[in-house]
């Protein structure tokens, strides 16, 4: 599958700019590839300040030095390159984007644990994150994200392990250190990210019901306050370990992910 283009001048479609997604954009943009992204009109980030989605609210947003930009415009594209950010667009299929931008590579990033659409006929190179796709029958390849010894690995044949339900171990608890609330509602956060919670704490409340902490730690990433919540959703996460600089670098699990899928681009345009 050799590509007439350096390998650096192959163009990258990501779907989705939530904080998986944009490990894998941080590391792409940082071996500099030509990288857009795209996402729905309201995205539902948690971990904000590592979420390249936070810029369809604000504009913009900075992770760990790489800026990305939303534009309106798909004619925008290249003159986001030339300032040496990445741009984002709201188009949530994505297939406007794909179709102007006829990318090298399309990652399908959006983690929603099933295919929503994507096909290997999208782009010569197809990535698929977690569980849902088929290496070989839907997309090229497939990247690991469950956490443990495999994560992060390139799948030529076959599909991610299955979603089991139960978030990774952080600092020895799972789905204790996650928010959800029990109500539908208003989202009003009562912390900020990177503030010291102890169990019991009210982190947030979705109209007058409380969304409590039951782990003590630092709060490692938040919904953004006056979003319409649905019952059981997940709002917030704390971070057992309590160190305050976790709550604003990319994750140990989106670093593997993002170096998987440089993996899977070089292992298919340099065969």
Not at 98 to 115: E, T
Not at 175 to 204: C, H, N, W, Y
Request: charge should be neutral; hydrophobic fraction near 40%.
């Amino acid at each position: 599958m050799k590509s007439e283009k350096k390998i650096s001048e192959l163009l990258v479609l990501i779907r989705g700019a939530g904080e998986m997604a944009s490990g894998v954009a941080h590391r792409l943009h940082q071996s500099h590839f030509k990288l857009c992204m795209t996402e729905v009109s309201h995205p539902l980030a948690v971990r904000r300040e590592v979420s390249f989605c936070e810029a369809v609210y604000e504009g913009e947003k900075e992770v760990e030095g790489a800026q990305a930009k939303l534009i309106s415009r798909h004619d925008e594209i290249e003159s986001i390159w030339k300032k040496g950010h990445i741009p984002i667009l709201i188009d949530p299929e994505a297939n406007k984007t794909r179709d102007f931008l006829k990318p090298d590579v399309l990652i399908d990033a959006i983690m929603a644990k099933k295919n929503l659409g994507t096909h290997m006929e999208d782009a010569p190179l197809v990535i698929g994150l977690g569980p849902g796709f088929n290496a070989r029958k839907d997309v090229h390849i497939v990247i690991e994200t469950n956490r443990g010894h495999h994560l992060g690995k390139m799948i030529l044949n076959g599909e991610a392990e299955p979603d089991t339900g139960i978030p990774g171990e952080v600092g020895g608890y799972t789905v204790e250190r996650l928010l959800r609330t029990m109500k539908k509602g208003i989202f009003r956060p009562q912390k900020s990210i990177g503030d010291k919670v102890t169990k019991g704490s009210v982190v947030a409340v979705v109209d007058d019901y409380p969304v409590i902490a039951e782990v003590s730690g630092v709060v490692r990433g938040l919904l953004r306050e006056g979003i319409e919540v649905e019952k059981g959703i997940k709002v917030g996460d704390i971070d057992p370990r309590g160190k305050k600089e976790f709550c604003f670098t990319i994750s140990d699990k989106a670093r593997s992910i993002g170096g998987g899928v440089l993996e899977a681009i070089l292992y298919w345009f340099n065969r």
